[in-house]
């Protein structure tokens, strides 16, 4: 395996920035002939995946939707290469992502209710000054060339603890553990984060192919990928969601359920969430610590990620069979050493929105409707080689289905989108430390506000966009 | 043994369609046709004839060359594929369906060379012997039970989920008490129908079907 052309690939592909603030624009070009301007511009502002040696103080990336690419005035033999789920966008795509009810996008906001996004710029900063002057040199962009309208912004910001910021989301979880390691992508791995070997006990990086284009996958033959080869090549698909969190729903569920579980304390209150996810809310797998937080573990690269499901919790009794951890990465637990499930991994960026909510233990932390009243919630991206393979298939068979957890119809708690009737169900282990426990009544704890599919070209092929030389013959 | 893995019988025939190029439209378009009208649900004629956990029909026109290193082959007739998994031995089940669904039955297989019909079930039954194949492969979720055993568990395991929902954290007279009932209830629930969706999935998978 060669090392990747890091300064080709775009930064976002391949790596979280880990920079506190981000704005993510949505634009609608006006004209090819403007839209290629535009991007000429933009060309030398694109951050790639080369390593730093310094940290930037902003980053900037690009991704096109398949109306943008159309926009561009693509030649038709390329157009009509790409996916077909691509083609159609996220949108017509509702139905088998389980997008319904108040999910369904006749209830988003715009702009992604309109469709009309062509391109997804994001700014990554360190602080929000740099993150407005790279913003206003993006507009003075968009004005002097008029190449595409800003049709709306997307703010997003780590949630900040004792005037740090930290990877909490708004239900209080610590988040981004979990991104596969793939060939050559990344500088080193980590135990649990690739695809276990046959010997069952090792891990490695998956297939180079499992995210970008133009590189064999776990199958061993190049991703579905548009024509020509080079518009391709070292690029990747992107999902972006907004997805609106419940806050005061949540800490409602949890205080209700947590006073029939065990103790009914405020230790059962945690266990009870770790139970939801897998994790304890400070991070701790509760594969690896069922019966309490340990911040060595969350600490240690070697224990973070590093835990398997069959050989001891088959049944779920440590973490439950459907907790949001074990069933969008069920690791070795369907056996055959994992192998059915590297072909369906899917790395994942994004930061909350919206304001940080009350702390749980004040008065204004526990009114539920004022806090379900503020729009906060996560911009959640998931990038991967092929979006009906991987991110869809994870959030319609896994996320919005139970039955390969043999859980029957049994959804997501936190995720999925619920009907009357559904049940979340904690194993116990018979010890009146571990006790079972029903959870009924499943509000939905989380809202789809919009989104959809995109491509996060290479920079050959941002240059190639820009230049007007895409050529599939 | 082939076609039996412990109480389930793995049906497998290769019935071959009429070819009559005077037949518009042709004798496998009338199968495809008349599978798409059938029902799937409790009212579907598999689900109305006893013991069947899984029936699968399937118009099978030839074998699809897929390039380099396999050779170019052809099947001699088209073919309509039936696969079932059933309870009982083959001709308990065949003439449980004769008598159950025989117009079904009729409206599918008259389009096969050869097919008597159901009137005459000896007939009917040696035509079918005469059109099996071994089966080795099982649906991997039928088990070791009846399909009245199988619905009626899944009914009682749905009940019991739903007890535990309601009554966790009840002392534990009230418990006992409740359960008495609750056991008593589920003992003499009647068995459910076949095909009954006990829960109505929103997903779609982008079938016609749906």
């Known amino acids: 395996m060669s090392k990747l052309n890091a300064s080709d690939i ?46 930037p103080q902003t980053t900037l990336n690009l991704a096109f939707t398949f109306r943008g690419f159309v926009a561009l005035e693509l030649p038709l033999a390329t157009l009509i290469s790409f996916p077909v789920e691509f083609q159609l966008g996220m949108k017509s795509r509702a139905g088998i992502l389980g997008d319904t009810g108040e999910n369904a996008p006749e209830h988003w906001e715009s702009p992604w209710q309109e469709g009309e996004v062509h391109v997804w710029l994001a700014i990554n900063a360190m602080n929000p000054e740099d993150l407005e002057a790279e913003f206003q040199t993006v507009q003075s962009l968009l004005e002097s060339t008029g190449g595409a309208l800003l049709l709306g912004v997307q703010d997003a910001s780590a949630l900040p603890k004792d005037g740090k910021f930290t990877t909490q989301e708004h239900f209080g979880y610590t988040d981004g553990f979990g991104n596969p390691d793939y060939l050559g992508v990344c500088r080193k791995t980590q135990p649990g984060q690739g695809k276990l070997s046959a010997d069952g006990k090792t891990w490695v990086p998956l297939a180079t192919g499992e995210l970008l284009l133009g590189y064999a996958d776990e199958a061993g033959e190049l991703p579905v990928a548009p024509v020509p080869h080079l518009l391709a090549a070292n690029g990747t698909f992107m999902v972006y969601r907004k997805l609106r969190q419940r806050v005061g729903t949540f800490r409602a569920f949890l205080n209700h359920w947590a006073a029939r579980y065990g103790e009914g304390d405020s230790f059962a209150k945690e266990k009870l969430a770790s139970k939801f996810v897998g994790r304890w809310r400070d991070g701790t797998p509760v594969e690896l610590s069922p019966d309490r937080m340990d911040q060595s573990i969350v600490q240690d690269p070697n224990r973070s990620t590093n835990f398997q499901y069959a050989k001891d919790d088959l049944a779920g009794t440590k973490c439950p069979l459907g907790a949001h ?63 009906a393979r991987q991110f869809e298939f994870v959030q319609q068979q896994w996320i919005s289905y139970g039955n390969d957890a043999r859980l029957g119809n049994e959804k997501d708690l936190l995720m999925a989108h619920h009907e009357p009737g559904e049940r979340y169900g904690i194993p116990g282990d018979g010890s009146p430390a571990n006790p079972p426990l029903f959870c009924t009544a499943l509000p939905n704890f989380v809202k789809l506000c919009g989104g959809d599919y995109f491509f996060i070209p290479s920079i050959t092929a941002l240059g190639m966009l820009a230049m007007n030389l895409v050529d599939p013959r | 043994m082939p076609s039996q893995s412990g109480s389930v019988y793995g049906l497998t025939l290769l019935c071959p369609i009429i070819d009559d190029n005077d037949a518009i439209p042709s004798h496998d378009l009338q199968i495809r046709y008349h599978l798409s009208t059938l029902s799937l649900g409790p009212d579907g004629p598999f689900a109305t004839a006893p013991g069947t956990h899984l029936a699968r029909l399937v118009v099978l026109d030839d074998v699809v060359y897929v390039g380099v290193p396999s050779c170019e082959e052809h099947l001699n007739s088209k073919y309509l594929v039936f696969e079932s998994n059933c309870d009982g031995d083959r001709d308990t089940y065949l003439t449980g369906l004769a008598r159950n669904i025989p117009d079904q039955l009729d409206a599918i297989w008259q389009h096969c060379i050869g097919y008597p019909g159901t009137k005459d079930l000896s007939a009917f039954l040696n035509y079918m012997k005469k059109c099996q194949l071994e089966t080795t492969f099982f649906f991997a979720p039928v088990n070791d039970k009846s399909v009245t055993q199988t619905l009626s568990a899944l009914q009682t395991q749905r009940a019991v989920a739903a007890f535990i929902a309601t009554h966790q954290s009840c002392s534990a007279a009230y418990l006992q008490k409740d359960f008495k009932v609750f056991i008593d209830r589920c003992a003499h629930a009647p068995v459910p129908r076949p095909a009954g969706q006990s829960f109505h999935r929103q997903l779609k998978t982008g079938g016609r079907n749906e």
């Open chain 1, 10 to 55: 775009q930064g976002f592909a391949i790596r979280g920035y880990n920079m506190p603030y981000a704005r993510y624009c949505f634009l609608r070009f006006t004209g090819a002939e403007g839209a290629r301007a535009l991007l000429a511009k933009l060309l030398p502002l694109v951050t790639t995946g080369q390593l730093w040696d310094k940290k």
């Open chain 1, 325 to 387: 951890i074990r069933r969008a990465n069920p690791r070795d637990a369907f056996g055959f050493e994992g192998r059915l499930i590297h072909r369906r991994r899917i790395s994942r960026r994004g930061l909350p929105y919206g304001p940080p909510a009350p702390p749980e233990d004040t008065s204004e932390g526990q009114d539920t409707e004022a806090l379900d009243a503020t729009d906060r919630g996560i911009a959640f991206m998931a990038l991967n080689a092929s979006l």
